[in-house]
């Protein structure tokens, strides 16, 4: 699903009465591929911000409306965990946020991040995806990586 306007994210918002724990992510609901070929120039998120899912340096604020995240920029592809969620920019590298128990977000360590943070070691990513406490990324090359734990 390609959201093209805030407008629409805000009339998707207003359908949608049913309240949820876990972050509603614009542009790309339950890690389906981004289609415009320009790349998202805008990633909008709302819900839940505990453990940081919002991404907006906050742990616990909760957002009843959309709002734009700065960084990572040029979003070429999204997915969600249970509590964390990944990106992938344009570049390949894979940024991720949120909940971090079990090493999930891959930075090396277990602390939950409030912002998008680089995911150590990984280039030429075209796909991430999340479970409650793994993350997993295919590469360009078709191998399969996964950290966290299951």
Known sequence: MLFRSLEEVRALNRTHTTK???????????????????MAQSLYLWGSGAYGML?????????????QL????????IGCGGWHNLAIQSDGTVWAWGYNYEGQLGD???????????????????????G???????????????????
Do not use: C, E, M
């Open 108 to 130: 090396g360590t277990k602390t939950d991040r409030y912002t998008p943070t680089q995911v150590t070691g990984l280039t030429r990513v075209v796909q991430v995806s999340g």
């Open 132 to 150: 409650t406490y793994f993350s997993v990324a295919l590469k360009a090359d078709g191998t399969v990586w996964a950290w966290g734990t299951a």
């Open 70 to 77: 700065s960084t990572p920029p040029n979003i070429a592809q």
């Open 55 to 67: 991404g907006n340096g906050v742990n616990g604020l909760r957002s009843t409306v959309p709002y």
């Open 20 to 38: 949820t724990a876990v972050v509603k992510l614009l542009l790309l609901l339950l890690s389906t591929v981004i289609t415009s070929p320009a």
